[in-house]
């Protein structure tokens, strides 16, 4: 058991710049969960793949995000033209089955300038 | 939708106990606890499944009142270790979407 691996730990970019975070989640959990986290608030829910399908997607989602999980393996997260609101930790987290533990990642610290 | 946890914030020295509570104002078919400490990724602590259920690690357990659609976390004899922010989490019924509590920061003093 590894962990859940995120990368990279911060991403500094531009306002209007696009960036994509990755995720290795344990390798035989089939569930992934995405997560932003601002301070002092808990994780919010973004995104739900089970293995290679996403079937659940906040409506707090704007169509500038997109979240892929090819071959049931890694995740992306995408983030289309930043804006100052996407400041934030980014938690991707594992689980092998429904009622089980998460296992989060350390994140993915994004700053928009 | 977002469960509502009390209190929101709790200073306690070592060795004294506390009591965190998540209410839910819709149904609840499992409860799970995280702790977060300052910096890092939330950490699990228990799930409870069934109404009535109640378990416990080391000195920290846990009950579920399906019923009331509540849930309780008790935390005895605290430990510095203990500090960090606790949030309950659920999966909401009929979806995949899964939700934290709004957080309970407990501090412990030596």
């Known amino acids: 058991d590894t962990g859940v691996s995120q990368n990279p730990r911060h991403k500094i970019t531009k306002r209007g710049q696009n960036v994509t975070f990755r995720c290795d989640p344990i390798?035989?959990?089939?569930?992934l969960y995405w997560y932003r986290q601002t301070l002092g608030q808990g994780p919010e829910f973004l995104t739900y793949?089970?293995?290679?399908?996403?079937?659940?997607k906040s409506r707090l989602l704007s169509d500038r995000f997109s979240a892929e999980r090819p071959k049931g393996s890694f995740s992306t997260l995408e983030i289309q033209r930043t804006e100052q609101g996407d400041s934030a930790m980014y938690l991707c987290?594992?689980?092998?089955?429904?009622?089980?533990?998460?296992?989060f990642g350390d994140g993915t610290r994004l700053s928009i300038l | 939708q977002q469960p509502v946890q009390s209190p929101q914030a709790v200073i306690l020295r070592e060795g004294e106990d506390a009591v965190i509570n998540c209410s839910s104002s819709k149904a609840l078919y499992s409860v799970h606890w995280y702790r977060q400490k300052h910096g890092e990724a939330p950490v699990f602590l228990m799930i409870l499944l069934k109404g009535g259920e109640q378990k416990g690690h080391d000195k920290i357990s846990a009950s579920f009142n399906e019923k009331k659609q509540q849930s309780s976390l008790y935390l005895t004899a605290s430990q510095l270790s203990y500090s960090g922010t606790y949030f309950c989490?659920?999966?909401?019924?009929?979806?995949?979407?899964?939700?934290f509590g709004t957080g309970t920061r407990l501090k412990v003093l030596a």
């Open positions: 987290a594992s689980s092998p089955g429904q009622n089980q533990p998460q296992h």
């Open positions: 989490g659920t999966e909401i019924v009929g979806t995949y979407k899964y939700i």
């Open positions: 793949f089970q293995n290679e399908a996403q079937l659940e």
């Open positions: 390798s035989e959990h089939n569930r």
